[in-house]
């Protein structure tokens, strides 16, 4: 028979250790738990990297590697010296009738040419009219040329005139018309400037600036 007075005592004494075992495995069992739950956590609460502003910076650089240079500006070319093709002829300019009344000894030139180096020639490079005529006894020539001269041609033509002759206001008014004359080489030189045209006149029979007046009015009023 067993021991009645003992076997609760045993019962009682193994459930109480059972007891406190179950609960110390139990304790474990949550301790583990948790320790897990920190580190899954942990694991998912990780912050995702960011780009540092090295990154960004060359990230925009190597969007537009090159610079494009602006193209530079041409230079404005500078205006020719030239002058317009002249309408009128030789008659329009002293009709024989004008020449007759400067002297009658002067006449046509059929075989006229400018000659070289004189004002006339120089003419002829700017689209100029020349145009001769001769005393038919002593064979003197006055040679007259008309140029349309553009700003720049007008500028250079009246500086040299100045450089090189005496102005003559008695063939015209400033500004409308300036007048110069010079007499060098056994001839005589006037030169004309109104507000679109060059005029000259040359020969041996002009000593002073009144020998070439009463032609260049004749010519200026033909001119317009």
């Not at 949550?30 to 990230?59: H, V």
């Not at 030789?90 to 000659?115: E, H, I, K, R």
């Not at 005139?161 to 409308?176: K, L, N, R």
Request: net charge negative; with cysteine.
């Amino acid at each position: 028979m067993t021991d009645t007075r003992v076997y609760p005592l045993f019962v009682r004494t193994a459930a109480r250790t059972g007891g406190a075992a179950t609960r110390r495995h139990a304790g474990l069992m949550l301790a583990g738990g948790a320790l897990l739950a920190l580190l899954l956590a942990g694991c998912s609460g990780a912050e995702e990297p960011t780009p540092t502003d090295s990154a960004a910076a060359t990230g925009e650089a190597s969007a537009d590697p090159t610079t494009r240079a602006e193209p530079s500006s041409s230079p404005t070319p500078t205006a020719e010296a030239t002058g317009s093709p002249i309408a009128q002829l030789c008659g329009d300019l002293l009709t024989l009738q004008d020449v007759y009344d400067f002297n009658p000894n002067y006449g046509t030139a059929p075989n006229y040419s400018p000659t070289a180096d004189g004002l006339a020639e120089t003419a002829t490079t700017y689209n100029g009219l020349t145009c001769g005529w001769s005393n038919q006894t002593s064979g003197e020539l006055i040679e007259v040329s008309v140029v349309a001269p553009n700003d720049v041609l007008m500028t250079t033509l009246k500086q040299q005139a100045d450089a090189d002759s005496q102005a003559v206001p008695t063939y015209g008014t400033p500004p409308a018309v300036d007048g110069f004359f010079t007499y060098a080489g056994g001839v005589g030189q006037a030169q004309v400037f109104t507000e679109q045209y060059w005029v000259t006149l040359s020969t041996s029979a002009f000593f002073e600036p009144g020998d070439a007046e009463s032609l260049i009015s004749t010519v200026l009023s033909h001119l317009g």
